[in-house]
């Protein structure tokens, strides 16, 4: 089994593909500390090794981010843990049904009509080019002008994500949605 290795924009997270499929069809879920890593025994085998601090599933990749420690010396470790993973024939996930990303979604009635704009827009433009950077960004609300989302993965942290909210996201939904006025994170 090869496992490529791949760097993102945040430098405390590197993306892992694994030439498997991670999650499918299924949504990106992030698990942060150990004891959220319960429902995968995946990311709970990643969370053994001393330093990691969250695991990203997406749907062929596995993002993972380090509290401390040197990637010299957790990239092997991590290496070993995925392909122990694969060649045990373990879910990657139980009970995927049950675990929901990010929280309730947050919306006026009237809205509803710029709030599936939103999502479009998000799916097809914003999600494939961020889940290259090992991240996701999904929609949790939209207020008064006001878009939050919620960033994970990669995403989560990573010093160039305020630009990548200002600059990009923000420039996106404006230009196709006129009452978008701002993009804020969750």
Not at 10 to 29: C, E, M, Q, S, W
Not at 117 to 130: F, G, H, Q, S, W
């Amino acid at each position: 089994m090869f496992i490529q290795t791949e760097a993102t924009p945040n430098p405390a997270t590197l993306k892992f593909l694994p030439g498997r499929t991670v999650l499918g069809d299924h949504d990106a879920l992030e698990f942060r500390a150990g004891d959220e890593g319960e429902a995968s025994p995946l990311a709970s085998r990643l969370f053994e090794i001393d330093g990691i601090s969250s695991v990203f599933l997406g749907s062929d990749f596995i993002s993972v981010t380090k509290s401390d420690g040197e990637w010299p010396h957790l990239k092997p470790a991590i290496l070993g843990a995925i392909m122990e993973h694969y060649l045990s024939g373990e879910v990657t996930v139980d009970e995927a049904d049950e675990i929901q990303p990010g929280g309730e979604e947050f919306f006026e009635p009237e809205d509803e009509d710029t709030v599936k704009t939103i999502k479009e827009l998000l799916d097809t433009r914003v999600r494939p080019a961020v889940a290259q950077d090992g991240g996701d960004i999904t929609f949790q609300g939209y207020r008064d002008g006001v878009v939050y989302l919620h960033m994970r993965g990669a995403c989560s942290g990573c010093p160039s994500s305020t630009a990548t909210l200002r600059h990009g996201i923000e420039n996106l939904l404006r230009h196709f949605i006129p009452e978008v006025q701002e993009v804020r994170p969750i």
